[in-house]
């Protein structure tokens, strides 16, 4: 089992950057593909990025390509998403989430396990 603990979400202006951070527990963490969900009240779990056991392939929503960044530090049990160019349409929850399968996806209902979630909030 992994348990998941994220971190680094707060306040920012548009325009501004943010890194969340997802601690991992769990002597597996190498064998899970990991992903980056967000929900804004009222709305659906969205995608917003994945990256698979070695780090070498990642998948991101359109509404964050070219200004999100995933990545995982496999030593350290941790999975980053930099946040750039942050919109007021950003503001959510952000999730953390644990898949273990070999490939990639984007469905919210193939993860295993989830973290509380950390919020990010983008000003105008």
């Known amino acids: 089992q992994v348990q998941l603990a994220e971190s680094g979400g707060g306040l920012v202006q548009a325009g501004g950057s943010l890194r969340l951070s997802c601690a991992a527990s769990?002597?597996?963490?190498?064998?899970?593909?990991m992903g980056w969900f967000r929900q804004a009240p009222g709305k659906e779990r969205e995608f917003v990025a994945a990256?698979?056991?070695?780090?070498?392939?990642?998948d991101y929503a359109d509404s964050v390509k070219g200004r999100f960044t995933i990545s995982r530090n496999n030593d350290q049990n941790t999975v980053y998403l930099q946040m750039n160019s942050l919109k007021p349409e950003d503001t959510a929850v952000y999730y953390c989430?644990?898949?273990?399968?070999?490939?990639?996806?984007?469905?919210?209902?193939?993860?295993?396990?989830w973290g509380q979630g950390t919020q990010v909030t983008v000003s105008s």
């Open positions: 990256i698979n056991w070695t780090g070498g392939i990642t």
């Open positions: 989430a644990a898949d273990r399968q070999v490939f990639l996806g984007r469905d919210p209902s193939r993860y295993d396990y």
């Open positions: 769990g002597r597996a963490f190498r064998s899970y593909v």
